[in-house]
């Protein structure tokens, strides 16, 4: 079966860095995204990687190990605005976008 | 309108009760989807559209039916709403040609309760 793997909730401190894993196992792999969804609002696109290796965009960088089945968003310097769940979700090879449930981001001061 | 606009924001419903969510977006994107977003679950797929005209099941298709007549437009339907229904609704929008991959974009969500 299609499955995504990611921690229920994280809490970190604001300034410092922190590293959100996702496993996954789908039908064909097309691409790993990761979004950023804050309370009651849509999920909003950070990143996607189809080749394995580091994309750094800002203060976000996301990782992929396709031989693993395993990717991570890493968040450095963090601010209070992080606080947010943030989504992986897999695109399998129909296309479609296999989701996790989320890693809810707790920033404290 | 910019991006993807879904109407009605919140509604409460009575079970049994037909409702159609709307979702209308104008980006003249290919592909556009239906999902619910339930606590502790990830989102999942209703129903699909890769072009208009075409509709497909995802995931979690029973008790929903949806249309394409054209580009903008992806309305949702329940046709005799359930109490397991309730759920924060989610429309989403990508462009099939742009390249490798889709980028989904989300609408705001439509959070529907039946009681």
């Known amino acids: 079966g299609q499955n995504i793997d990611q921690p229920t909730e994280m809490t970190a401190t604001e300034g410092a860095i922190v590293q959100i894993n996702c496993t996954y196992q789908?039908?064909?792999?097309?691409?790993l995204f990761w979004y950023q969804q804050h309370a009651g609002e849509a999920p909003t696109f950070l990143s996607y990687?189809?080749l394995d290796g580091l994309e750094e965009k800002g203060r976000f960088s996301s990782f992929l190990s396709r031989s693993k089945g395993y990717s991570y968003l890493l968040l450095k310097e963090l601010q209070m605005k992080d606080s947010a769940s943030y989504l992986c979700a897999a695109m399998d090879s129909n296309y479609q976008l296999i989701w996790g449930a989320g890693t809810k981001l707790i920033i404290k001061p | 309108i910019a991006g993807i606009t879904q109407a009605p924001t919140s509604q409460i419903l009575a079970a049994g009760r037909r409702m159609t969510l709307r979702c209308t977006q104008d980006?003249?994107?290919?592909?556009m989807y239906w999902y619910r977003q339930d606590l502790g679950l990830g989102l999942r797929l209703i129903h699909y559209?890769?072009?208009?005209?075409?509709?497909g099941k995802g995931e979690v298709p029973d008790g929903y039916s949806v249309s394409r007549a054209n580009t903008d437009d992806f309305p949702l339907t329940l046709a005799s709403a359930v109490p397991s229904q309730t759920s924060v609704y989610f429309c989403a929008s990508s462009d099939s040609e742009r390249g490798s991959y889709n980028e989904q974009f989300f609408g705001p969500g439509t959070r529907l309760t039946v009681l």
């Open positions: 990687n189809v």
């Open positions: 789908t039908s064909g792999f097309n691409g």
């Open positions: 980006m003249r994107h290919n592909a």
């Open positions: 559209s890769n072009t208009a005209g075409t509709t």
